[in-house]
């Protein structure tokens, strides 16, 4: 079965370092996003991307954030400078189409910033 | 604006015994309704999802939900508690925006199985 995988499975930081989550979405699927779980909190939604470039982004993904399709089979997350309270759990998800009938999500990346 | 609401933050069940967990929604649309489960340090399992048809709706590891709209809800049972059923339970509610949805996840719930 199709999966979207994540890399890394941890990362841990020094703050104001830029940190590049990656993901490797289903093969088929055209429209990618990135979710974030700060511990012990709900997920949110961060951003939404399809045809190389972003379609929604939440009040969360401010300007320290950008996302890249750069190879068409990656897609990633960039900091640019992280923050103490950017530590969370991100998830990346793909879907076939605009539905979320067909949304898929990764294993997620546990990102620590010291 | 789309919202879940997960009544109980926390619910503790003993094994064998029935599991219900809440879910009440807002939605201006109708809704596609989701339950994701996550094990420690695990990432997002979905359980189930209700788009169209039938209401009552049948997932993985015996659980099933059923959409009531009249009540906005979708709660979450298992007649039969198992250990291995200890994990944090997400409704999630899609959201339709400008052309391409995303969910909306409530708070969660952390259910704990006890002997």
């Known amino acids: 079965e199709p999966e979207v995988t994540q890399t890394p499975s941890h990362q841990v930081t020094q703050m104001g370092q830029e940190v590049i989550l990656r993901c490797v979405p289903i093969s088929n699927h055209l429209y990618f996003y990135w979710y974030r779980q700060i511990l012990g909190q709900k997920v949110e939604f961060l951003v939404s991307f399809y045809n190389n470039e972003i379609s929604e982004k939440s009040e969360i993904f401010d300007d320290q954030f950008s996302v890249e399709r750069p190879d068409g089979s990656n897609f990633t997350l960039k900091i640019r400078s992280t923050k103490l309270e950017d530590s969370a759990m991100y998830f990346c998800?793909?879907?076939?189409?605009?539905?979320?009938?067909?949304?898929?999500f990764g294993p997620g990346t546990r990102l620590t910033v010291l | 604006a789309q919202s879940v609401t997960q009544l109980g933050s926390h619910v503790s069940v003993s094994e064998g015994a029935l599991v219900l967990l809440r879910c009440n929604y807002s939605?201006?649309?109708?809704?596609?309704l989701f339950w994701y489960v996550q094990y420690p340090n695990q990432g997002l399992q979905l359980l189930l999802k209700y788009t169209t048809g039938a209401t009552l709706v049948k997932g993985i590891n015996g659980f099933e939900a059923e959409f009531k709209k009249s009540e906005t809800s979708f709660h979450l049972t298992k007649p039969s508690a198992h250990m291995s059923d200890a994990a944090e339970y997400f409704c999630?509610?899609?959201?339709?925006?400008?052309?391409?949805?995303?969910?909306?996840f409530g708070a969660g719930t952390r259910l704990a199985v006890h002997p």
């Open positions: 939605s201006s649309v109708p809704p596609y």
């Open positions: 999630a509610v899609s959201a339709f925006s400008g052309g391409y949805n995303k969910l909306i």
């Open positions: 998800a793909s879907s076939s189409g605009t539905s979320v009938r067909s949304l898929f």
